[in-house]
């Protein structure tokens, strides 16, 4: 290979690709059996805050017979000189090209970083498709959250993982060394790993459609592969694996600390949210664990702070005690701590004065009750004012605000809605007296643009065209009429496409193979995204990406993920779908189970 000095001299940031930094996992390739790339399709500053990747690195080199790297999609300059040098795309630990390896895994976390999958394997050297690979190319498979839709890259993944990773992975790195000694075909190895819980081998499935592009049926043409593939869930937090060491950038990264997970799953149960449905059920680990794990994180990393995670984690019923351990163990250490996700019902001042002094956050996502109480948000106006009025007695003086447009039976009134929330964010800082707030309020209001999500009451929901979005946006603009209100919106045309993408069946594989082959990749990047090449490609595939976007679809429709359990069943979806429509909310699950049926996964009434 080129010696990598000869790149590095060439780019910026050279620490994304040089390796070595402290707590990598070093072991004699030479003398494994078993190689795994985990590769994060972006850079490298976003895939190492990826906590996900930390858990399952570990995972993997837990294993005396296996040896897991990491690989990043190389930024474009780093790119430009790789194919100038024909150097392809290599690991961290090992500089190791891709096509070396046993196993290419793929995390899949947001949908417009499948072009870097592909654009990853080409720089790998290795065939886009499962067709075209042959007995000596690596294996390619996936997971995570944009797994729960799998069709997109259906020809290019090999199998894919559902749900949680921790137990799944290690399961198929056993067959996989049983399959190796056999010396039998790939095949084989495929149909083994389809008896496990959570594996999904396209392959193994046939597509048929109707005359309007809909589709008819999903039928198994293996006899090993299931009817029905149910998502892996880790039922013990407190035992599962989870690393006592992280790995420490050399480099800034997005989230520099160290990050301790609380508990997965939320109670909530927003109507729009994704990660609220698949995550389900609530799983807790006892404070006693985390206080083990924390005081682990400091001494293995030298970390000056850390972050409780989860999607709520202000929800954590532990969180009193844990947050008085934690400030017990970290004062005296000068570590700071972070709540990354708060909730406006339950906002604590007590808890936010101990931590480490930052602009507060908060998601009301819908400007009215009304349209609240049809995703379910389960917040009032007076949770929105009390809380930003607590917060401003406290000394803060900056709040954001996060909300959805484009949302079901949304009205320009509920546009408006959301200018006149944040005026009245405002008016609870003027309440304040004088003497007792601090100067200088900053009211920053933030909309995405809302996206139909797969296993979730919205699935069969149609989006908002761009032109609808954007009309929306100027409206919300021109009503903002107070200097200290900042307005931020997200590009209506990248929703569209990431839109296409979790919506999207198994003929999008050639639409991204046409992309990668155009030059296509790192879409999540405002700078690169270019709408009007897509349209070129949708046309020349003979696709119309309305067809997955605008299109409201009926309760009797195939989706392209219904044979894919992600844990909450079809009929509850259909229920909330229908509570949405007349504007009625149901109770957190904490307060009343509402039958979703997660509770297959432990047994039981969740919760309890």
């Known amino acids: 290979m080129t010696d990598l000095n000869i790149l590095l001299n060439n780019v910026e940031h050279p620490g994304r690709y040089t390796g070595g930094e402290w707590g990598i996992v070093e072991k004699d390739a030479d003398k494994i059996d078993i190689r795994f790339a985990f590769c994060f399709p972006d850079t490298y500053e976003v895939g190492m805050s990826h906590l996900g990747m930390k858990i399952l690195y ?78 000596t190319d690596p294996i390619i498979c996936a997971g995570g959250p944009c797994a729960s839709n799998p069709e997109p890259l259906a020809e290019i993944v090999d199998f894919f993982m559902m749900g949680e990773g921790e137990e799944i992975i290690d399961e198929v790195m056993t067959v996989y060394a049983e399959w190796k000694k056999s010396g039998q075909k790939k095949i084989e190895f495929y149909r083994e790993i389809a008896k496990l819980d959570g594996i999904y081998v396209p392959m193994f499935y046939d597509i048929t459609y109707n005359s309007d592009g809909t589709i008819k049926s999903i039928e198994k043409n293996e006899e090993n592969a299931k009817d029905t593939i149910t998502k892996r869930v880790i039922l013990d937090m407190d035992n599962v694996y ?68 989860s999607l709520s984690t202000s929800d954590y019923k532990g969180l009193g005690e844990t947050f008085e351990g934690l400030l017990q163990m970290t004062k005296p250490k000068h570590v700071n701590l972070s709540l990354p996700s ?27 009750q ?38 079901p039976t ?9 200018a006149d929330l944040a005026s009245l964010v405002a008016d609870q800082y003027f309440k304040v007296p004088k003497e007792s707030r601090n100067k200088g309020l900053t009211i920053t209001v933030s909309t995405s643009c809302f996206v139909p999500k797969p296993h979730t009451p919205f699935q069969w929901e149609p989006m908002d065209s761009i032109e609808e979005l954007e009309r929306k946006q100027h409206i919300l603009q021109n009503s903002i009429n107070r200097r200290f209100i900042k307005y931020n919106w997200h590009d209506a045309d990248l929703s569209y496409m990431e839109a296409v993408f979790a919506r999207g069946d198994r003929k999008l594989s050639k639409v991204l193979i046409e992309a990668q082959k155009s030059g296509i990749e790192f879409d999540g990047w405002s700078e690169f995204f270019n709408l009007g090449k897509w349209k070129e ?72």
């Open 58 to 135: 570990g995972v993997l080199n837990n294993r005396p017979d296996t040896y897991c790297e990491r690989v990043f999609a190389p930024w474009v300059d780093m790119e430009q000189q790789m194919r100038k040098h024909n150097v392809p795309l290599f690991s961290l630990e090992t500089k190791t090209p891709l096509n070396q390896f046993d196993f290419v895994g793929f995390t899949l976390q947001y949908e417009m970083s499948f072009t870097n999958v592909l654009n990853m394997l080409d720089l790998g050297n290795i065939p886009l498709t499962s067709k075209e690979r042959g007995e």
């Open 410 to 418: 949304e009205t320009d009134e509920d546009i408006m809605g959301i």
């Open 537 to 608: 490609i949708f046309e020349k595939c003979g696709i119309d990406p309305d067809f997955y976007v605008t299109r409201k679809r009926e309760y009797t429709e195939i989706l392209p993920w219904g044979h894919i359990n992600a844990g909450v069943s079809q009929e509850f979806l259909k229920r909330e779908n229908e509570k949405a429509k007349k504007g009625e909310t149901t109770v957190r699950c904490g307060e009343h189970c509402s039958g979703c049926g997660a509770n297959t996964f432990g047994g039981g009434v969740c919760y309890e």
């Open 370 to 407: 009304r349209l609240r109480d049809v995703i379910n948000k389960n917040i009032t106006e007076e949770d929105i004012t009390s809380s930003t009025y607590t917060a401003f007695m406290g000394g803060y003086n900056g709040v954001k605000l996060y909300f959805m447009m484009g949302l």
């Open 242 to 309: 989870y690393p006592e060491n992280f790995i420490v950038p050399n480099i800034d990264i997005v989230h520099d600390r160290i990050m301790l997970e609380v508990f997965r799953g939320c109670t909530r149960g927003c109507r729009f949210c994704q990660a609220g449905m698949i995550y389900r059920p609530v799983r807790e680990k006892s404070p006693k664990r985390l206080l083990e794990l924390a005081e682990k994180l400091i001494k293995n990393t030298g970390y000056e702070e850390m972050s409780l995670t």
């Open 342 to 368: 708060l909730r406006i019902d339950n906002f604590s001042l007590s808890i936010m004065e101990k931590i480490k002094k930052a602009g507060l956050t908060f998601a009301p996502e819908a400007g009215t």
